[in-house]
């Protein structure tokens, strides 16, 4: 059936090394979200993507976080160099947005996330 | 800037009860809200969608409305069981915010047998 997909599931890693995550979005897809939650913060969004597109990367720091989509089956997210405050878990989210000046938006429907810890 | 707020934060009921989450957010210029269900150590699970122009969705013993003038929304569900015992989540989609999801804290659910 189809479903978001992300590896790794855990990642342990020291601090100031790379870190990439990686999202394969359900098939057909057109919009693709980078979230991270923390306990003291809830779920962010970082950034999103249509039709491959980067729209809103606002809620990433800029120094130290990038994502890309190199092609409709993968979206990836990248931390280098990785810090303690990293630590959380990172989802992925796909879904379908029609185009237009006021577009509508279907469900998203959210990857299992990857466990990041940064010591 | 929308802000959605989720009451309770947490809410312990026993089995065979019906039960309301409420969601409330300040922007009422929203394409959609969704419900989500999350288990401890899991992802998001979907479990309602309702568009701007819809009252309510129903799914199963699940019930959700909406009534965006007032920035509201809850989730009903009829019958609770402790298989229900996850946290909810609501999120809205909004024309100020780009189509993004804006979350609230969540409801922390556990009905107990």
């Known amino acids: 059936d189809a479903r978001v997909t992300q590896t790794p599931r855990h990642k342990v890693t020291e601090m100031g090394q790379e870190v990439t995550m990686r999202c394969q979005p359900i098939l057909g897809h057109n919009t693709v979200f980078w979230y991270r939650q923390t306990m003291m913060q809830g779920l962010e969004l970082l950034a999103y993507?249509?039709?491959?597109?980067?729209?809103?990367d606002s809620g990433m720091p800029k120094d130290r976080f990038s994502a890309e989509m190199p092609d409709a089956t993968l979206a990836t997210l990248k931390i280098q160099p990785s810090e303690p405050r990293d630590s959380a878990v990172y989802f992925c989210a796909s879904g379908w947005a029609a185009g237009g000046g006021r577009s509508s938006y279907n469900e998203q429907f959210f990857g299992p996330g990857t466990r990041l810890t940064v010591l | 800037k929308q802000e959605v707020t989720q009451i309770p934060a947490a809410l312990s009921v026993p089995e065979g009860e019906n039960l309301v989450l409420n969601c409330s957010f300040t922007?009422?210029?929203?394409?959609?809200l969704q419900w989500f269900r999350q288990d401890p150590g899991k992802g998001l699970t979907s479990l309602l969608l309702i568009q701007s122009s819809q009252r309510e969705q129903t799914s199963g013993r699940l019930n959700a409305s909406l009534d965006k003038s007032s920035g509201r929304s809850t989730l009903y569900i009829a019958a609770s069981q402790p298989g229900d015992s996850a946290t909810y989540l609501c999120a809205v989609r909004g024309y100020n915010q780009g189509g993004k999801l804006i979350f609230g804290q969540g409801t922390e659910l556990s009905v107990k047998p």
């Open positions: 922007d009422s210029a929203i394409y959609n």
């Open positions: 993507f249509r039709n491959r597109a980067p729209l809103d």
